[in-house]
């Protein structure tokens, strides 16, 4: 492959992000593969990361710096799609970096494929089950190794052909605080034709326990939890719906299963403590 043939656009949402901006946008600049084009959409930052986004502009013309009122990740991801310009998106949070040869990895990799998966390091709190494999996968199989826990359902470490982003990928209620990557990814996997699962780690997954992924959980409300499964429902195309059908009823079962789990444990608690 001939890498001038194909600009990347990646897109950073910024928010509140001055600790970690700098790094971010130095792993994405420094990256070996140059035909890239970086938008940096800060969602209304109430700290120095917009200041920091504008010293960067100036520094190098392959940035776009783009700042709008406080609106969610997922709405800022939208506008740095909308104003991107390449033929492959590539996300990344503020708050991570990515290894040198990362893009370069996924692009070589692109052929014949609408969207490229490589892996996460992730050094965190939580355990990271996610397997490491090389697969060339249908729409459906990409779907069904998503709902197991085979593909991680993030919207990084990946390439994304633009073209696969209509109005409705990401037009997604500010409600949704958690999952809202499940949905898109759902609903780009469901247009594609190939799926590519690269075991290459292209990725440095930083956690940073002040973000909102490390808000309350919502799975806790049985509200919630039919708001995402009403999305998701919404989301199957019509073509798809009896093969997907049995992959969301398991979905959905989880949701139950998981919202009766944490609340019996509430109700057992408060029984014993009034014995």
């Known amino acids: 492959m001939d890498e001038v043939d194909d600009l990347i656009s990646v897109v950073v949402p910024v928010y509140n992000a001055e600790k970690y901006i ?3 946008v130095e792993s994405i600049l ?4 140059k035909n890239l084009e970086l938008i940096l959409v800060d969602d209304g930052s109430s700290d120095l990361s917009l200041k920091k986004c504008e010293a960067k502009k100036e520094c190098d013309s392959r940035i776009v710096l783009i700042s709008q009122k406080n609106s969610g990740v997922t709405k800022a ?20 970096v990515l290894p040198v040869d990362s893009i370069r990895c996924l692009y070589m990799n692109s052929e014949g494929a609408d969207i490229v998966v ?3 390091h992730y050094n965190g709190t939580y355990e990271w089950n996610y397997p490491i494999f090389k697969a060339c996968l249908s729409s459906f199989d990409a779907i069904e190794a998503m709902f197991h826990e085979r593909i991680h359902s993030g919207p990084v470490a990946r390439l994304i052909k633009r073209d696969l982003f209509d109005a409705q990928v990401l037009d997604i209620t500010r409600s949704i605080t958690h999952g809202e990557d499940f949905i898109m990814n759902y609903r780009l996997f469901q247009k594609t034709e190939s799926i590519k699962v690269i075991d290459c780690f292209v990725y440095e997954y930083v956690e940073n326990l002040q973000g909102s992924s490390n808000n309350n959980d919502p799975y806790r409300s049985l509200k919630y939890c039919r708001l995402q499964e009403k999305i998701l429902n919404e989301s199957t195309l019509f073509c ?9 009823r398991e979905f959905y079962w989880l949701h139950r299963k998981g919202f009766l789990k944490k609340w019996t444990k509430i109700f057992v608690k408060k029984i014993f403590n009034q014995i």
């Open 22 to 24: 700098d790094k971010c």
């Open 30 to 33: 420094n990256q070996s593969y």
């Open 77 to 96: 991801r939208s506008v740095g799609v909308e104003n991107a310009t390449g033929k492959w998106i590539c996300f990344v949070d503020a708050d991570d």
């Open 118 to 120: 490589g892996q996460i």
């Open 240 to 248: 798809n719906k009896k093969r997907m059908k049995p992959l969301l």
